[in-house]
């Protein structure tokens, strides 16, 4: 721009007052840049280091339980604050029990639905079902929570489990055994469904959207049906991600807390019957904390969530490594 | 030969005829589990709307609640506290968000940058009740009272792996050249960063902002335990304050039908207020897009 401050006719010139301004002016972006740079990272770093005093803060505040019971903690099934003995094996099962049930369930209505999306769907109508469906996760869980509890625990009780009971006549079966009072581990199963769905569907979609086209044409061109080139051709390439899905939406199914509060009935039993009412390690400590009056029985609540902590960081470094494998794939 | 092949012909044809059948089977039955993946949306938002309506009024916006057994009240102070306990969680976590979003976006590829990537994204699926053990542990249990600021904090930390990630993507979306030619003018890298290119994403982050905000406004767990929740008004953030979530939770589990009314409409307020960010995330997306404004 200032051709004279770099031109030949000044080459022994010392600064002069345009070039100083520039040079400074220039030290001034470096040092910007600089300024710049640390800060960003320094709000880059603010991840890991809130991750770190998440562990720190759970196991510090559990500790006092996890050092007196030691592992047992959650293998034993006896839960009385009156005597200072806690063990959460119960909660435990709980959540074992009523996240395969939400899988269970979950699984074939959200890969249907994301095959039905990414490969069937008229244009007109995929637009507004896949908003639909998507919205599910934008509910609030205390919205699901009082929806179970008012509506669809009633609805289960009168004609979910009677049906089950008088006209199937499966009383007899252990899952389906015991008095039916309407919250139960099934409740909180069939609600979880519900909630995780838009999760597995939403990286279904994702993954299929990877899959390249020619693996389609190929399986037509072969004179394979459309779901034969689904089955044997997409689904197969797509295995890994959708696998990762299912496993996100475990992760979620596991740590949901007021919903499953709500509907689950909240009992320290193990029961084999999905009628009976039970915990989740989540719903515990939200159920529990504001009754919970000693110092050890707060410190166990607060163990029961290092150990949901523990639980779901492993599920969720699952479900990513395996649909980035997934994904990644897209782009070779 | 002939022969041979001519009986296996209307075998062929019969496979040929089961397969095709089985194919147009499967193809309905991902159009019913579908239709089956939107009924429960159609259910919960068609009772809301029903039980809701009739307890939402001016009175329920502007009155306090009221004891149990009595019918009336509103959930003034819990409307509040929530606007209260989100814009503080706004405060701290967007800040931190767009920071680390640009971060990532800028040196995607430093091995720090990954793990960051991979970090936020373990974060992101953490409970929501753990993320209110650390605000409980961090800020409660050391000044031996709850607080509106320890909710703000449980919130913040469940937002800040979503503001970054969807910053992330937004930056990424700013084409390379448009970056180029503000280095080539002249501009410094951080005036290009944050005039240039944090401006032109802008619409998207606020988009991915306004997610984040919907997503943590009806978040319930976390504040059991850090905001606590409070009878009366208070906007203090030193002390228990109410929110709407909490209020509706303690409606929903009491035995009185007052109170699953109050229930009722709290949670057709919550859904209104999360509906109303999140269309609004879509305009502010839509308007990047769009032929008005600039």
Redesign the interface.
Known sequence: MTDGAIGPATPATPLSGASARRRSRIDVSVGGDRIYGWLTTAFALIVPILLGAIAWAVFRAGWPALHRFGISFFTESDWDPVHDRFGAAPAVYGTIVSSAIAIVLATPLAVGVAIFLSEFAPPRVRQPIAFLVDLLAAIPSVVYGLWGILVFVPFLREHVMSFIRDTLHLGGLPFFSGPAYGPSMLAAGCILAIMILPYISAVTREVLLAVPRSQREAALALGATRWEMIWDAVLPYARSGIIGGIILGLGRALGETMAVTMVIGNAHDISASLFAPGYTMASLIANEFTEATNELHVSSLMAVGAGLFIVTVIVNVIARWLVWRTARGKSI | MSSAAAPAKPAVRRTLRR??F???L??A??????L???L?????LT??LRLGATSVNWTFFTHMPVPAGESGGGMANAIAGTVMIVAMASVIGL??G???G???A?RGSAR??T??R??????N???????G??A???LV?PFKHFSALAGGVALA?MM??LV?RTTEEMIRLVPVATREAALALGY????T??SVVLRTALPGIVTGSLVAV??I?????PL??TALGNPFWSLSPTRPIAAL?LQ??SY??SPYDDQ?AQ??AG?LV??AL??VI?LAARFATRSKFGTGGD
């Open positions: 397969r095709k089985t194919s147009n499967m193809i039955l991902t159009c019913v589990a579908a089956l993946a939107t429960p949306l159609i259910l919960i009772q809301l800040p931190v767009i920071g680390a640009l971060y990532l800028e720090l940058a793990s960051v991979f970090l936020s994204d373990v974060l699926g953490m409970p929501s009740i753990v993320l053990i650390f409980w542990q961090l249990r930390a800040i792996p970054t410094s890298k951080w005036r960063s944050l919907a997503r406004a009806g978040e319930t767990a059991l335990f979530p509706i939770y929903a589990i699953h229930a009722w949670a919550l859904i999360v509906l999140s």
